[in-house]
């Protein structure tokens, strides 16, 4: 069975301030990682995922995860937060083969001027 | 590119009255995605149609949920009868097939309240 965790629900943070926004996961076999984000009043975005390769990924607009299999974790980053980066992040965990997306619970982060 | 188009947004009922939700894909795309979210929690899969194919519908409360496909093209999710625990946002999402390297893309959702 797979799950995904994510202990933050709500996370503030000052502008141009750094963020990190965590992910653990449990998965008895290999797995792909995305993490996604919800503006308000919008529907979920892919804003990066890990397949395969390089552990580090980017997105367009400064974030980045990196996967870590030891410590089954997917932690999104951000150097320097803006006031637009407010929104809702979900975490999601995905067999290869499988259908089926899971989600954690999301992690609320506030942006404050 | 047109994104994923769900129509009610919002819709309010009471107990034990039946809803039905509409879901377009975005063009091509042949996998549609019905996902449940409770407030406080992340996505849940309901119903996966390949084409007008159902893939995954293990978590499914057939007793009160239908959705069909019938043309491959857009969806409709049913409750019938609603209960309160069945307030969510439920959410569509489509992608171009079912591999995991082919970006699942969602549309706004439809608010559910249930009196």
């Known amino acids: 069975a797979q799950s995904v965790t994510q202990l933050d629900s709500q996370v503030p943070v000052f502008e141009e301030a750094p963020v990190e926004l965590r992910c653990n996961y449990s998965s008895s076999v290999s797995v792909y990682l995305f993490w996604y984000v919800q503006y308000p009043n919008q529907g979920l975005q892919l804003l990066l995922k890990?397949?395969?390769?390089?552990?580090l990924v980017k997105s367009i607009n400064g974030f980045e995860a990196e996967f870590n299999k030891s410590q089954t974790s997917f932690h999104l980053r951000k150097p320097s937060v803006h006031i637009s980066d407010t929104a809702e992040y979900f975490c999601?965990?995905?067999?290869?083969?499988?259908?089926?997306?899971?989600f954690g619970t999301g992690t609320r982060l506030t942006v404050i001027p | 590119e047109a994104g994923v188009a769900q129509s009610p947004r919002y819709k309010i009922i009471e107990k034990r009255q039946s809803v039905a939700f509409w879901c377009n894909p975005i063009?091509?795309?042949?996998?549609l995605y019905w996902y449940q979210q409770i407030l406080g929690q992340g996505p849940k899969l309901l119903i996966q149609?390949?084409?007008?194919?159902?893939?995954?519908d293990s978590q499914l409360p057939k007793d009160r949920f239908s959705a069909e496909r019938l043309k491959g093209v857009d969806s409709t999710l049913k409750i019938q009868p609603a209960k309160l625990e069945d307030s969510a946002v439920y959410l569509c999402?489509?992608?171009?097939?079912?591999?995991?390297?082919?970006?699942?893309?969602f549309g706004p959702g439809t608010r559910l309240t249930v009196l």
């Open positions: 149609f390949q084409n007008n194919g159902v893939v995954d």
């Open positions: 890990y397949l395969s390769g390089s552990t």
């Open positions: 063009s091509g795309h042949a996998t």
């Open positions: 999601a965990v995905r067999s290869p083969g499988a259908n089926n997306l899971f």
């Open positions: 999402a489509s992608s171009s097939s079912t591999s995991a390297y082919n970006e699942q893309f």
